[in-house]
């Protein structure tokens, strides 16, 4: 997703670009045969059990972004965005 980051007086002068981590998912090592195999045996009860595979945050890194003041100043803030996501 994109967002500008403000402190109620400043506003990021640049767009902020980050994953949003989401939704459902599959892990990649069950992929190749989940579908009536092993794994997909051990993916379905997982899921009859009432625990899906959820896509979360993996990878963050810490970024510094200029912020710009309605009096004309600005502000250097550092920020976490998230790098990668995912499936636990």
Known sequence: STKYI????CTSINPIK???CAGECLPAQMLENWIG???GRKFWSRRN????WRCVNDKT???R???QCQD???RTYKITVVTSCKCK
């Open 61 to 63: 890194r810490t970024q």
């Open 65 to 67: 972004i200029q912020l």
């Open 37 to 39: 195999g092993a794994h």
């Open 6 to 9: 403000s402190d109620g007086h």
């Open 49 to 52: 059990g009432n625990q899906d």
């Open 72 to 74: 004309g100043s600005t």
């Open 18 to 20: 980050e994953l949003v």
